[in-house]
C-alpha cells in the first residue's frame, strides 16, 4: 500500500517554465488536494477536489491549475513559474466523510525558480 | 489566512520531560487534528478530536479542546529524542459545496535534548 506519492521529489525551472507536479494515490480516497509550505507561514490550500471530475479554488489558487479526471490522481499544473512559486509543495487525501478524518500526506516536492 | 495559532513556536526540553503546545483558532470546526513533520519529510497524522470531545489519549499524545475557548493543547509525556520535530494543529471545517478543509498553523518546532 504506497499512500501518496508524489512525484518529481526536487524539480528546478526557469521563469516562465511550465510543469506539472505529479500526485497519485491508491486509498480510494474522495478529497484530495494540494499545499505549499513556506517558511513561517505554514501550510497554505492551493486547489482541492471532493471527487472526480470536481475541483475548486484554496487560498492560494493563482498561477495553478489542477483536474481530477480519476479518483487516483491530481496533478497540478504550474503555467508560467515565477520566483514567488519557490515553495515546498504537499499533495494530501483522505475520506470525505461527514465528520471529517486524518488526511495522508506525500512526501512533498521541493521547487525552486530561478 | 491562517486558522491555527501555535504557541509556543519554539520548545526545548530534555528527554523525559513532557511537552506542551497550544493552538488558537477562530472558526466553527468539524475537528482539529494534529501532525509531525520530520525535517524535509511530509506531515504524519497524529490525533484528532472532532468538536464534541474535549480530551482524547493516543499513546503518550493527550490532546484537549474547548471550542468555548476556540483553542486546543497537545500534550507529549515522557518525550523522547525522536520526537523532535515541528507540530501542526489543523482545523478541519465543512465546505458549502461538499467535502471539509483542512487549514493549518504556523507550527511548534520542537528540540527534545539527550
Known amino acids: 500500500n504506497a499512500g501518496v506519492t508524489q512525484t518529481p521529489k526536487f524539480q528546478v525551472l526557469k521563469t516562465g517554465q511550465s510543469m506539472t507536479l505529479q500526485c497519485a494515490q491508491d486509498?480510494?480516497?474522495?478529497?484530495m488536494s494540494w499545499y505549499r509550505q513556506d517558511p513561517g507561514m505554514g501550510l497554505r490550500l492551493i486547489h482541492y477536489s471532493v471527487g472526480a471530475g470536481i475541483t475548486d479554488q484554496g487560498e492560494v489558487p493563482n498561477g495553478y491549475n489542477v483536474s481530477r479526471s480519476t479518483t487516483e490522481d491530481f496533478p497540478l499544473r504550474l503555467l508560467s513559474a515565477a520566483p514567488s512559486q519557490t515553495s515546498v509543495y504537499f499533495c494530501a487525501s483522505s475520506y470525505r466523510t461527514s465528520g471529517g478524518g486524518g488526511y495522508t500526506f506525500g512526501s512533498g516536492t521541493r521547487l525552486t525558480v530561478v | 489566512s491562517q486558522q491555527g495559532e501555535e504557541d509556543p513556536q519554539a520548545l526545548s526540553i530534555q528527554e523525559g520531560e513532557n511537552a506542551t503546545m497550544n493552538c488558537s483558532y477562530k472558526t466553527s470546526i468539524n475537528n482539529l487534528q494534529w501532525y509531525r513533520q520530520n525535517s524535509g519529510r511530509g506531515l504524519v497524522h497524529l490525533i484528532l478530536i472532532r468538536s464534541n470531545e474535549r480530551e482524547k489519549h493516543s499513546g503518550r499524545l493527550r490532546v484537549t479542546l474547548d471550542t468555548s475557548k476556540k483553542s486546543s493543547s497537545l500534550l507529549i509525556t515522557a518525550s523522547r529524542a525522536a520526537d523532535t520535530a515541528s507540530y501542526f494543529c489543523?482545523?478541519?471545517?465543512?465546505?458549502?459545496?461538499?467535502?471539509?478543509?483542512?487549514?493549518f498553523g504556523t507550527g511548534t518546532q520542537l528540540k527534545v535534548e539527550l
Open positions: 486509498m480510494n480516497h474522495e478529497y
Open positions: 489543523a482545523t478541519d471545517a465543512q465546505l458549502t459545496g461538499g467535502g471539509n478543509k483542512l487549514t
